[in-house]
Nanobody, 124 residues
Framework: QVHLVESGGGLVQAGGSLRLACVVS????????MGWFRQAPGKEREFVAAISWNSFTAYGPDSVKGRFTISRDNAKNTVYLQMNSLKPEDTAVYYC?????????????????WGQGTQVTVSS
């Protein structure tokens, strides 16, 4: 069994920062491509960022580029999402996911394991 546990969400004012963390247990973390997705009420789950097994990164909406940074620490079985200059439109449940595709894909269907999600709320 593979388990993903996110942490670091919360309530923050616009312009603030949060760092999400996701700890993966159950298999060799370094073999996974990792991704972050988010889902706002009434909307589909959206790709935010991905990182390959060897730390090549990709980002989703233009709105997060330059503000969000994904990283991983294979020694700690952890992937991070640093979120700066947060905006109210970033409010969503953020999900961590692990894929057997080591390059870190961009679509929901290509991920094999998911965390339970962590709420991020940005107030104006």
């Amino acid at each position: 069994q593979v388990h993903l546990v996110e942490s670091g969400g919360g309530l923050v004012q616009a312009g603030g920062s949060l760092r999400l963390a996701c700890v993966v247990s159950g298999r060799t973390f370094s073999r996974y491509g990792m991704g972050w997705f988010r889902q706002a009420p009434g909307k589909e789950r959206e790709f935010v960022a991905a990182i390959s097994w060897n730390s090549f990164t990709a980002y989703g909406p233009d709105s997060v580029k330059g503000r969000f940074t994904i990283s991983r620490d294979n020694a700690k079985n952890t992937v991070y999402l640093q979120m700066n200059s947060l905006k109210p439109e970033d409010t969503a449940v953020y999900y961590c996911a692990a894929s057997n595709l080591v390059q870190g894909p961009r679509t929901v269907s290509e991920y094999d394991y998911w965390g339970q999600g962590t709420q991020v709320t940005v107030s104006s």
